[in-house]
């Protein structure tokens, strides 16, 4: 880690601290789940330069602009094709998409199914805090009935997303879910996540006080983490259909799924390689690689 003045802040190296004070409210979670991705990146070893962070619309979808990286603010919804377009024209860039539950499971949940069916080589940051914090509170894929949001007044009644669920069934090779009580926790899932090949998924249950809880008269910030800390249970390797969130129920939180598979890119090489041989353009490239001398960090 670099080194930091008394003053700085001590992950000032990616960070962009100048922008701050940030525009989360006090007791949003979303700050939480940044320090645990810088920490990650740090503990990853990952090189800075080949590191990209792409995020959409919402409360978390500001998280690009408050990373120190090549980062990427995108269009509602759209976080997901935008990444998957960077790992495509730089297959050697570790690409993540941090956004929250609404941007990405609402108007992005085409992207987000596909990506994971695909098994694109991205990783995807999803805070979930169960409902529309930016806009006004509406009701979220994600919100647990009967909770009481701007658009459901009376209670939520349509049925939540369970997302790990969700991403294990169309083909994530890597699904986690943490609160963001859970920092060290959290923060050795994004790392595992960072290093796995292929679509791994970090599900980040975070506290919106100021819409959620205010609505649900669920108490302040502290009362929220306190409930995780009651209530969270962790269920490593548990089967992911039963760990669906309900109204101020248990949550079950930890790696849900680690398996592997092969990425889109290497499917793409084999079948090509087998249709078109030498032909395909690429064909040198993965013979180079195969046959490159090891260097001495290899050797």
Not at 11 to 36: A, M, N
Not at 56 to 63: A, F, P
Not at 195 to 212: D, Q, R
Request: aromatic content about 8%.
């Amino acid at each position: 880690m670099t080194e930091t003045t008394r003053d700085e802040h001590p992950l000032e190296h990616l960070l962009r601290t100048d922008r701050f004070p940030h525009i989360w409210c006090p007791t949003c979670g979303i700050g939480t789940v940044v320090k645990c991705f810088a920490e990650a990146i740090d503990r990853a070893g990952l090189d800075y330069d080949r590191l990209a962070v792409v995020s959409g619309i919402g409360c978390t979808g500001r998280v690009a602009g408050y990373v120190k990286l090549d980062s990427y603010h995108t269009t509602h919804g759209r976080a997901i094709p935008f990444a998957t377009g960077l790992k495509l024209a730089n297959p050697d860039l570790k690409v993540v998409v941090f956004s929250g539950d609404g941007d990405l499971t609402a108007i992005g949940g085409n992207h987000l199914i596909h990506a994971a069916r695909r098994n694109m080589d991205i990783m995807v940051v999803c805070v979930n805090n169960f409902i529309y914090g930016m806009t006004g509170g509406q009701v979220a894929p994600t919100t647990p009935e009967p909770a009481n949001t701007s658009t459901t007044p009376y209670g939520a009644y349509e049925p939540p997303f369970n997302l790990p669920h969700l991403l294990e069934a169309c083909g994530a090779v890597y699904v986690a879910r943490w609160t963001s009580l859970h920092v060290r926790r959290l923060t050795r899932s994004l790392t595992e996540a960072l290093h796995k090949p292929g679509f791994s998924f970090v599900e980040a249950i975070a506290p919106c006080s100021t819409l959620y809880a205010r609505r649900n008269r669920l108490g302040t910030g502290f009362d929220l983490m306190k409930f995780y800390h009651d209530n969270s249970v962790i269920a490593h390797g548990c089967d992911t259909a039963e760990v669906a969130i309900g109204y101020q129920e248990k949550i079950k939180v930890g790696k849900f799924v680690d398996v592997d598979r092969p990425t889109w890119h290497e499917l793409t090489d084999r079948r090509h390689l087998a249709a078109l041989g030498d032909d395909y353009y690429r064909a040198a490239m993965l013979k180079a690689a195969e046959q490159k001398e090891p260097t001495h960090a290899e050797a």
